[in-house]
Structures are given as structure tokens and as C-alpha cells.
């Protein structure tokens, strides 16, 4: 370890620690609930995970959350996967996300901002209205608990108000970025059979329009449990035959009705994706997100009334779904419609400025472009009131902590977070009252055992091990959609570690309790943050009539990059020239999405394959890490060994 991780970059000052919201939470539960009262965090967190069910029953009612029927205990079964959290309870997610709008209904709710970087509010008491309306029509339309509602849109205001009024009428929310193309949403949405679809006529991006019609057309085609499809006219078109348009259903003035659910209902679906075959559809309940999500922005993320939270994301990431969540804490959030880096690289710090963001997330991708472009934020930007820079996506490396002390400010809060869509929160990151380390995550998260774990399942400090977490969390998926035996949700996390959720992220624990990311360990693509199987690169390359089989690899760099190389196993005769480049990169645009263009494309020989015909992802992502080829595969389970001459020769040449 380097002598300057010794020491932290930033302390939180006396004061800072005091007013903290989680100091006051310990407080108070060590008054009420035997929390210890000394002994700071690391203290609290051994108790959150020791006492598990007290400290959850601590965390309900320390945000008051109200249950319309009580629970019959806390945990009624606490084995992975399948946990019980607060049976006999009902609740709604939406009537807490909208709580504020009865004591601040003039004050925003959202903060909406384009490519002008104009911000435009939307106060408690709109935002209320709005949901209340559109929960009303939803019911009207014969939208019933239970029943999907998709949306195919950016991150405007109508997302937000769409989602909250399906979770008012107890329907499942499910959506994806309209910069998705046709085969990637339908592999989404199609497994989930969505009755009602959201959809906008294009969307702005990089100072352009980006026509969806045609798109939404062939949505509307190939989803044929649709009943209603509700058009948004971002680009000012009239809305197709047979739509219903969205200002009609969102102009009355009628109070949200909030269906009362069991604690398990679902609430969304989001999608991940293993390495072969359909994203995984993983379904998250309107409980268990709305306990596990006022921990995290009311505690970890120290948000309340008079913060103003901005992260940078799309409705195709969970990190959507987490900031809409900033709602609970009576946080006003803001959404950024745009690209990240328009009109300069800068993009971002700029709408920190105008919304008085307290606390601002990006990707570690995007302080790491800000820092090669020489983007100086504090000096061309009034910051006062950012307190908290959080990253994710991928691991903020060190010069990217001290790019952000330096240039933002030296008393800042950093807070390289990790999680997954898979939870939709984070097993470690911020922690308002904790020093901040060059490279390091301040601290498991509270309620959540994380550890790292060798192959045999003995815990690991200071030594690099896979992530598990032993003991289940309340936004753990209640199970996948069409996944009836529970087979898949086993398998994509308890099939290494009987009973104990394995992540597929490499993590060293350290003696202090920090935590270092160290990338995937599985090879699903992580580019931007979002997540993506290498099957839906395959699928849609491997229609061009010049590609026998191609292999797509996602490598962290050390310097806090992500090279995707895609290889591809031309078919007889054919020639990897301009238009054949030009080609591949548009499909995967235009079918995938713009964020997993490959940053190489790359003849080779051949595509090696495990006995049973598998392409072996993780292998050759070792191989072009440097790992010797005797380390990095089985020779006694490949198809052709010989193949893997290329990649080892690649990877030495990179090096």
C-alpha cells in the first residue's frame, strides 16, 4: 500500500459529523434500540448486520415509514435467495415519494434541465397533481396491481411522474432510454408483457434531434399486450392513430390514490444481463426498494429537505430509480435530459452550478475525461454548494480522488460508491462521517455484510477476493420475471457460495474497513455505467452476412478507462475495410445503443470455445490483463487451444 493512502484525503470536521443525519440515527438508536452509542460507524455497522432485524424495524421508524397494515415481524424467513422482509405488511412507494407536497407544496420537486442548461422547476403540489391524474387514467385504461407499464424515455419530468402513478395503482414500472434501438428494448420489455407503453417522438442529444417514431412504431408492432400507448411530443409531433396523448391524461386535478400493497409487491423491473441468452428481468418490490433506498440518500447520502440532488444518468440505468428516489427524503432532483459532454466537456459541472446541486454523482469515466481535458471546475464554476461528489459505474482511480481535491475543492466529500442493478443501491460508498482514502470506498454499507471471499469461502483482508454479501437486503430481487422455478436467480448468484450472494466484482477489505474496487470479475460489459451482456453485441453484429462469430471483451484500465475491443471472424472472402468498420459500429449504435460502440474492432483467426461450445469471454479477458495462459484457462476445456495464441501475442504487444 502507498504511504500517501496512510493518510485521507479528506476528514469530516467536527461540526460536519455532528449534524450528520446518520450521528443523529445512532443516537437515537442506541437510545431506542440497544445501537451502540460509542464507537462511530464501524460500531454501528458490526450492530447493523449482527442485529439485523432490529436495526431495519430502527430504520422504519426513524423515517416513519407507514404501514396502512402492520407487519407480523421483521424478517419471516432470512435465507438467500428468498428472504421475507415485513410479511403481513402493506404499504406504497409512491404516497412516501410524495410526502413532502403536504408541508412544501410550492417549493420544487424536480428540477428538469435540457441541453440550454436552463433549469426549470416542478414544484410538490405539480408533481402531486400530476400522478394523481395520471393514476386516475391509469385505472380508467383497466391498469390493475401487478400489471407492467413501460416507458421508452429520457429523463424528463413525465418519466418520473409516469413511474410514481404506477406505483400509486400498484402497477410494475419498467423502462428503457430511447437511444436503445428496436431489438434491444423489445428483448427487454417483450419478457415482461407491458399493457400500457410511455413513449416519446425523439429525443435531443449532443445539440441534435434523434427521430424515434419508426422505432416506436415497431414497439407497438411486436408488443401486442399493449392496450394503451400514451405519446409524449418532445420534438412537437402530432401523436400516431391510436395513441392517447399525455397532456390529456395528466390535466385533471384529482389526489393520488395510493393502492395499499404487501411489502413484496413488485414495484420495477430492471434489467441486467448475464453472457448468453435474454437480459435478465429483475424484479424489486415497492417495499423493500423504499426501506433500503431511505438508508441509503437518508443516511449514507445524508440527503434531506434542503438538498438538491443531481446525478447524471439515464431511464435505462438503475441509477434513475435511485435518484427518483431522492423524492423520499423530500429532496428536490435533478434531471438532466442531454449529452453528458455538450456543448463542452465541462457539461456537467456547469448544471451543478444552476440547479445548487448539494450533492452531484457522474461516472468515474467523467471526472477522468474532465481530467485529461483540462477541465477546471471550481475555477470556472461557483461549486459552494456541491458538499458530496459521488462516481460510479466503474472505480474512481486514485488521480481521480485527488483531480476532484484539487480541482474542486480540498475539503471535499468524495464518494466512490459500488452496488448494482442488481439491488438497485450499493453494498459500500458514502459515509458522511468517515475520512475518504485515495482509491477507496469508505465503508460497507450499514445492514449490509460485505466481505471478499476467497474460492474456498474464507473472508479476506488486504487480499483481493470476490464480493459477497451474507445476509440478505431488503432491495435483493424478489425473484426474475418468467424465471418460475427460481433456477436463474440462483444460478446468476448463489451457484459459487451455497446461501450467500456472490456479486462478480474483484474487492480487497481493508484493516481500516475501506474497501477497493477492482472491476468485474464475471464478463459482463460495464461501459458508462451501464450494463450490458455481451449476447445482445453478438446478436446483433452476427446478422452481417460478413461476420461468422465475433467475441466483445470489456477491460478496466489503470488509468481509469474501459477498453471494449470486439473481434470478429469474418466470413470466407469477406474484408475488414472502411464500410464493413463503418457497418459494424452503426449496428451496435443503432440496435444497442451509441455507449458500446467498441473502441476497436479486431480481425482474428477464430473464436475459441469451451467442449460444449460456449465462447470463452472470461479467459481471453485474463489473457489481455496479462495473466499467463496456463493461469488464465483450463487448456483441458477449450476447443482450440491454439486459438488463444492471438490474444496472449495481443496482450503482449499492448503492454
Same mark, same amino acid.
Given at each position: ?13 467536527? @461540526? ?51 404501514? *396502512? ?44 434541465? !435540457? ?10 403540489? @405539480?408533481?402531486?397533481? %400530476? ?31 409516469? #413511474? ?36 416519446? !417522438? ?19 408492432? @411486436? ?11 418532445? #420534438? ?10 399525455? *397532456? ?95 456543448? !463542452?466537456?465541462?457539461? %456537467? ?37 456541491? %458538499? ?61 455484510? #460485505? ?23 431488503? *432491495? ?21 457460495? =451455497? ?5 462478480? !466484482? ?35 453484429? @452476427? ?38 468498420? *463503418? ?10 445503443? =451509441? ?61
Amino acid at each position: 500500500m502507498s504511504t500517501d493512502s496512510l493518510q485521507p484525503l479528506w476528514q469530516p470536521d467536527p @461540526e460536519r459529523i455532528d449534524r450528520a443525519r446518520i450521528t443523529r440515527f445512532q443516537a437515537w438508536a442506541a437510545e431506542h434500540h440497544g445501537a451502540p452509542a460509542e464507537g462511530g460507524y464501524a460500531a454501528l455497522q458490526r450492530w447493523s448486520v449482527d442485529d439485523l432485524e432490529t436495526f431495519w424495524k430502527a430504520v422504519t421508524e426513524w423515517f416513519d415509514v407507514r404501514f *396502512s397494515t402492520p407487519y407480523a415481524r421483521v424478517l419471516g424467513d432470512r435465507s438467500m435467495p428468498g428472504a421475507q422482509w415485513f410479511p403481513g405488511a402493506t404499504l406504497n412507494y409512491a404516497e412516501h415519494a410524495l410526502r413532502a407536497a403536504d408541508t412544501r407544496a410550492d417549493e420544487p420537486a424536480l428540477l428538469h434541465v !435540457d441541453e440550454t442548461h436552463e433549469p426549470r422547476p416542478v414544484t410538490w403540489a @405539480e408533481l402531486r397533481r %400530476q400522478v394523481g391524474s395520471l393514476a386516475a387514467e391509469l385505472r380508467a385504461l383497466g391498469v390493475r396491481p401487478g400489471d407492467r407499464v413501460s416507458g421508452y424515455l429520457p429523463n424528463v419530468p413525465q418519466a418520473v411522474v409516469a #413511474l410514481l402513478a404506477t406505483a400509486a395503482v400498484g402497477g410494475v414500472w419498467t423502462s428503457c432510454a430511447p437511444d436503445f434501438g428496436a431489438r434491444s428494448v423489445l428483448d427487454r420489455f417483450q419478457q415482461v408483457e407491458p399493457v400500457v407503453l410511455f413513449t416519446v !417522438d425523439g429525443y435531443r442529444y449532443g445539440g441534435k434531434e434523434h427521430d424515434r417514431r419508426e422505432i416506436v412504431a415497431e414497439l407497438r408492432r @411486436e408488443l401486442p399486450t399493449l392496450r394503451a400507448v400514451v405519446h409524449i411530443p418532445l #420534438l412537437g409531433t402530432d401523436a400516431p392513430e391510436g395513441a392517447l396523448d399525455w *397532456s390529456s391524461l395528466t390535466s385533471g386535478d384529482t389526489a393520488p390514490v395510493f393502492e395499499q400493497v404487501p411489502f413484496d409487491h413488485p414495484l420495477w423491473v430492471l434489467y441486467s444481463s448475464g453472457t448468453t441468452g435474454l437480459p435478465k428481468a429483475i424484479v424489486q418490490s415497492q417495499g423493500g426498494i423504499l426501506v433500503e433506498h431511505l438508508k441509503q440518500l437518508g443516511l449514507h447520502c445524508d440527503l434531506g429537505p434542503e438538498d438538491r440532488f443531481f446525478w447524471y444518468t439515464s431511464t435505462g440505468w438503475m441509477m434513475w430509480n435511485f435518484l427518483v428516489s431522492g423524492l423520499l427524503t423530500g429532496t428536490t432532483i435533478v434531471l438532466y435530459d442531454g449529452s453528458p459532454g455538450y456543448p !463542452d466537456t465541462a457539461a %456537467q459541472w456547469r448544471i451543478a452550478e444552476r440547479t445548487k446541486a448539494t450533492l452531484y454523482g457522474t461516472s468515474a469515466a467523467y471526472v477522468m475525461a474532465c481530467r485529461k481535458a483540462g477541465v477546471h471546475p471550481s475555477r470556472d464554476f461557483d461549486l459552494s454548494s456541491v %458538499q458530496c461528489v459521488a462516481t460510479t459505474g466503474s472505480p474512481l482511480p486514485p488521480d481521480g480522488f485527488r483531480w476532484l481535491h484539487d480541482e474542486v475543492r480540498d475539503n471535499l466529500w468524495i464518494a466512490s460508491v459500488s452496488g448494482g442493478t442488481d439491488v438497485c443501491s450499493c453494498f459500500a460508498g458514502a459515509v458522511p462521517t468517515l475520512p475518504v482514502h485515495l482509491g477507496e470506498l469508505q465503508a460497507p454499507c450499514l445492514g449490509t455484510d #460485505l466481505q471478499s471471499w476467497d474460492p474456498n469461502g474464507n473472508p479476506l483482508i488486504h487480499e483481493v477476493g470476490e464480493l459477497v454479501v451474507t445476509n440478505p437486503m431488503p *432491495s435483493m430481487p424478489i425473484h426474475f420475471w418468467n424465471d418460475p422455478d427460481g433456477s436463474r436467480y440462483h444460478d446468476s448468484y448463489f451457484d459459487t457460495y =451455497p446461501g450467500v450472494w456472490r456479486h462478480g !466484482d474483484w474487492i480487497t477489505v481493508t484493516s481500516r474497513g475501506s474497501v477497493i474496487i477492482h472491476g468485474r470479475s464475471d464478463s459482463t460489459l460495464n461501459r458508462q455505467g451501464v450494463r450490458m451482456g455481451s449476447a445482445d453485441i453478438y446478436e446483433a453484429v @452476427e446478422r452481417l452476412p460478413e461476420i461468422r462469430e465475433s467475441l466483445v471483451i470489456g477491460i478496466e484500465q489503470p488509468d481509469g478507462g474501459y477498453w471494449m475491443p470486439l473481434f470478429v471472424h469474418l466470413a470466407p472472402g469477406a474484408v475488414l475495410d472502411e464500410p464493413l468498420l *463503418s457497418r459494424i459500429n452503426q449496428t451496435i449504435r443503432e440496435q444497442l445503443s =451509441p455507449r458500446h460502440v467498441p473502441d476497436e474492432i479486431i480481425e482474428v483467426p477464430g473464436i475459441p470455445h469451451t467442449l460444449t461450445g460456449k465462447r470463452i469471454e472470461v479467459p481471453v479477458k485474463r489473457l489481455l490483463q496479462g495473466t499467463p495462459l496456463e493461469q488464465a484457462v483450463n487448456p483441458g476445456s477449450i476447443d482450440n487451444l491454439d486459438l488463444l495464441a492471438f490474444y496472449e501475442d495481443l496482450a503482449r504487444k499492448r503492454s
